[in-house]
């Protein structure tokens, strides 16, 4: 589904990401993993193909990101740590507005709008302006837009920050009814506790290099992925 090979991006002389080669197949939740800084964000930037990188390449379902942007990109979902979205729309125009980017037929994006914003119990708010939703009411309607088009791959910047503990873990089951139905998703999370219980596999990134990734138990072993974290950190 994704295979990121020798991911080398520079800035200057810094490194931000250094030689990293992550595969990831259907069916997996795929949790990335590190400090603040460490390259997660500019990783999951150049996987979905709005950021350029020095080295290396990234496929998505066998083609180049760089070569075929176009078809990578209707294939994902991408939902950033601080969603931008366009706040002089209401949700509903926002909605059919990513649906139409991806030619999501009338009945089927109605179909799916209704499904999750009553999940997220935002559709009474679709009618309003965006500029009046809190963070929280942000970040679920973008997870509503990601979820439009039925990517196979969905990526995803720290997706529960802002996020109530209802919507967090509706969120979550979503994320593995995805999986289970022959998709993938590749997060970032500081939250190791929901990546320890949710998670397929794990990779955990410092400064830019991977230290460590496989499945849970193949990282973890008999101890807590938080505890391996900061011993890694530590080190």
């Given at each position: 589904?994704?295979k990121?090979?020798?991911?080398?991006?520079?800035?200057?002389?810094?490194?931000?990401?250094?030689?990293?080669?992550?595969?990831?197949?259907?069916?997996?939740?795929?949790?990335?993993?590190?400090?603040?800084?460490?390259?997660?964000?500019?990783?999951?930037?150049?996987?979905?193909?709005?950021?350029?990188?020095?080295?290396?390449?990234?496929?998505?379902?066998?083609?180049?990101?760089?070569?075929?942007?176009?078809?990578?990109?209707?294939?994902?979902?991408?939902?950033?740590?601080?969603?931008?979205?366009?706040?002089?729309?209401s949700?509903?125009?926002?909605?059919?507005?990513?649906?139409?980017?991806?030619?999501?037929?009338?009945?089927?994006?109605?179909?799916?709008?209704?499904k999750?914003?009553?999940l997220?119990?935002?559709?009474?708010?679709?009618?309003?302006?965006?500029?009046?939703?809190?963070?929280?009411?942000?970040?679920?309607?973008?997870?509503?837009?990601?979820?439009?088009?039925?990517?196979?791959?969905?990526?995803?910047?720290?997706?529960?920050v802002?996020?109530?503990?209802?919507?967090?873990?509706?969120?979550?089951?979503?994320?593995?009814?995805?999986?289970?139905?022959?998709?993938?998703?590749?997060?970032?999370?500081?939250?190791?506790?929901v990546?320890?219980?949710?998670?397929?596999?794990?990779?955990?990134?410092?400064?830019?290099?991977?230290?460590?990734?496989g499945?849970?138990?193949?990282?973890?072993g008999?101890?807590?992925?938080?505890?391996?974290?900061?011993?890694?950190?530590?080190?």
């Amino acid at each position: 589904m994704l295979k990121i090979e020798h991911l080398t991006k520079c800035y200057g002389e810094k490194k931000a990401v250094d030689d990293l080669s992550i595969h990831i197949q259907k069916g997996e939740i795929y949790g990335f993993i590190g400090h603040n800084g460490a390259g997660k964000t500019t990783t999951l930037k150049s996987v979905v193909g709005i950021q350029q990188f020095d080295e290396g390449t990234i496929t998505v379902c066998g083609e180049s990101i760089v070569d075929a942007p176009l078809s990578c990109k209707k294939k994902i979902a991408y939902i950033p740590d601080n969603p931008d979205l366009y706040e002089f729309m209401s949700g509903i125009k926002y909605l059919n507005f990513v649906a139409d980017i991806f030619a999501v037929p009338r009945k089927e994006r109605e179909e799916r709008i209704k499904k999750y914003a009553d999940l997220f119990e935002i559709t009474g708010d679709l009618a309003q302006p965006i500029s009046a939703y809190s963070h929280g009411m942000k970040q679920k309607l973008a997870i509503v837009s990601a979820w439009l088009h039925a990517p196979e791959l969905i990526i995803m910047d720290e997706p529960f920050v802002g996020l109530d503990p209802k919507a967090a873990h509706l969120l979550k089951e979503m994320m593995r009814e995805h999986c289970d139905n022959g998709g993938a998703i590749f997060f970032s999370t500081h939250v190791l506790e929901v990546a320890e219980k949710l998670c397929d596999k794990v990779a955990i990134i410092k400064q830019g290099q991977l230290i460590k990734a496989g499945t849970m138990e193949e990282v973890k072993g008999d101890h807590s992925l938080e505890d391996v974290f900061l011993e890694m950190e530590a080190e």
